[in-house]
């Protein structure tokens, strides 16, 4: 079995802006490429676990969604890092209705364990809200690290306020 550092995109990958879909509009979260050189060392697989609302909402389509993660995977891989896969949900329940997809639900995670034979007790996840650990939670995720600036409280392992911390 495999284990994964499963990302959330805005706000850990990079840096949070409304609706992101432009590669001009993309910058990197500091230290992410560190944290993810340094799970990758350990044998993690890289996984991005990402919302996309702004597709139900038309702020951008699918294609601009795929465009900008195969110009991201591409950048990781210059910068040494490989990332396995971005799996995303491009509903808002509502506009389309409740869906397994969507975090809090965990059905990115499940999906990923499916088609990566990943041991979720052994992988990780990073994300910026109650929502990714809630999900990563019910997927049976093993440590869960929420990255916030603010006191926060959590059902995350762990809080951090920079990616720097991890390393």
Known sequence: MNKAL????????NIEKNYLHKIEDFELMEGIVDVCRTYAEQGYLIIIVTNQSGISRGYYTEEDFAHLSRWMVEHFKALGVTITH?????HHESI???CECR?????????????????????VMI???ERDIEASLKAGVGKNILLTSEKATSNADQII??????L
Do not use: Q, T, W
């Open 96 to 98: 389309d209705g409740a």
């Open 127 to 129: 994300g910026d809200n």
């Open 6 to 13: 499963f990302l959330d995109r805005d706000g850990v990958v």
């Open 86 to 90: 971005i799996y995303h949900c491009p």
């Open 161 to 166: 306020h920079s990616l720097r911390e991890l």
């Open 103 to 123: 975090k809090p639900s965990p059905g990115m995670f499940l999906e990923a364990r499916k088609e990566y034979d990943l041991d979720m007790e052994h992988s």
